[in-house]
């Protein structure tokens, strides 16, 4: 039996590796370590290639475009985190507490996680003392096992991760969840997975989400990360540009070409060089010297189309884009309407593991929940004087609430209209006293 597990255990593991790979290099970029640091610009290899006397200088330049273009979907997109409404003001009271301050936090490295390994996780349990708790997991960790229906439903996961026990060993352990139960397993020294004694539970524990209690946030309808789109075009700026820098080191290398040099030896050829700037040669002798070129204009033409080429394949804004300036509110949505459809894709999937995160903190809580609204807000440029004024001439045209609601300055649009309530009731006082009026009724004076 342990054999047989064991050999599901290995199979799946075997299975995930790709998906380790590609979320790897995915890190890799996002940290600013880029293929570069390995490869360098150069085409050829020091042991086995003949190479330039001219080419000596080796920097591997990486560039963090894939840093840059993740953290502005994220920032776009939950900046401001969803707000979250299921009808009723108390039960939206405590679902708000439940989540608490780290919802924003959870969303944001869900989205991050998502960039970059295409699936991001989220565990939810129950502590010790019956509260509601929920986090992030490292989607490397997380094997998913699905039906082979249409619905597509998870009915477990298996969370691989290695863990340093007491004495400072690694091992590797596996905890096998489903809807009911999870169970432990650890690697022998004969790579066999093995049933696990965990001192506080056992080798299983049973629970009572009423589901496997892992959520997947996905980046998009295809489960694939960011990278893949401008991979290529990073290595292909990485090289150029460290290439460029190699060539302004390698410039400075002046190699001397002599011919019947009637000096002793290349000291004395040097010393001679230094102190009179003169060389001893014969009558037929001669020198030449020799520097490395630079394409500049060639190479700055690639650099500037391989940019503009990463942010369209990114589906990102140059935050150097000159049209920006005092640009239209029309202007603007146009600037932002590809990072605007990659971020769409990511809100659609995001909703629905948001519906279901609520509604399963809702279940464990005993909240009347029937619908679950989620009102989100971008974080991009805007046009605050056109917006102010769209404002101003929207007044009997639709509600002052939703004139309130978008004005750029509104953050918070009860509170925003509880406070102009005041403000005109001060006014209607301060007119009154003015004109020496009072708000006695009729024949309270008798």
């Known amino acids: ?20 790979k590609n979320a790897t290099t995915a890190r890799e970029y996002y940290l600013n370590d880029n293929r570069i640091k390995l490869t360098g610009a150069a085409s050829y290899n020091n042991k086995t290639d003949k190479r330039s006397p001219l080419k000596v200088a080796d920097n591997r330049i990486s560039h963090n475009w894939h840093e840059l273009l993740v953290r502005q979907k994220v920032g776009y997109l939950f900046t401001y985190p969803p707000a979250i409404d299921i009808g009723e003001a108390s039960a939206n009271e405590k679902i708000n507490e439940i989540l ?41 960790q997380i094997i998913p096992i699905y039906t082979d229906n249409l619905e597509n439903e998870l009915i477990a996961v298996l969370r691989a991760y290695r863990y340093c026990d007491e004495n400072g060993n690694f091992k590797n352990r596996c905890e096998y969840w489903t809807d009911k139960e999870v169970r432990f397993y650890e690697e022998t020294t004969d790579c066999v997975y093995a049933p696990f004694f965990y001192p506080q539970c056992g080798e299983v524990m049973r629970h009572d989400i009423g ?7 996905f980046n998009n309808e295809t489960k694939t990360d960011d990278l893949h789109m401008y991979k290529d075009l990073i290595d292909a700026y990485d090289k150029v540009y460290s290439g460029f820098e190699n060539d ?3 410039v400075q290398e002046v190699i001397f070409v002599l011919k019947n040099y009637a000096g002793q030896d290349k000291g004395e050829f040097i010393d001679d060089l230094k102190s009179s700037k003169l060389v001893k040669v014969d009558d037929d002798g001669g020198l030449d010297v020799i520097r490395a070129e630079i394409p500049c204009e060639a190479r700055q033409v690639f650099l500037d189309r391989t940019r503009k080429q990463i942010f369209t394949s990114g589906m990102g804004v140059d935050p150097d884009n000159e049209k920006i300036g005092n640009a239209s509110g029309v202007a603007l949505k146009h600037l932002y309407s ?5 971020s769409g894709a990511l809100e659609t999937e995001f909703r629905c593991s ?12 005993n909240i009347p929940c029937k619908t679950v609204t989620q009102t989100w807000s971008r974080n991009a440029v805007q046009n605050d004087l056109e917006n102010a004024q769209i404002a101003s001439m929207s007044k009997d045209v639709v509600s002052d609430k939703t004139i309130v609601k978008n004005h750029p300055w509104t953050e918070n649009a009860e509170t925003e209209i509880e406070e102009l309530e005041k403000q005109q009731e001060k006014q209607v006082q301060a007119q009154q006293q003015m004109f020496g009026m009072t708000n006695t009724p009729p024949g309270a004076d008798e």
């Open 1 to 20: 039996m342990v054999d047989k597990i064991s050999e599901v255990i290995n199979k799946l593991l075997n299975g995930h590796a790709n998906f380790i």
């Open 100 to 140: 608490g301050g780290k919802f924003a936090r959870v969303l944001k490295n869900a989205a991050v996680d998502a960039s970059n390994c295409g699936t991001a996780w989220v565990h939810i349990w129950k502590d010790k003392n019956g509260d509601t708790c929920y986090t992030n997991v490292d989607p490397v």
């Open 211 to 217: 589901m496997v209690p892992f959520i997947s946030f």
């Open 248 to 250: 302004i080191d390698d």
């Open 338 to 342: 590809l990072l605007e459809l990659k």
């Open 354 to 365: 948001i519906e279901t995160l609520v509604k399963t903190i809702c279940r464990l809580n």
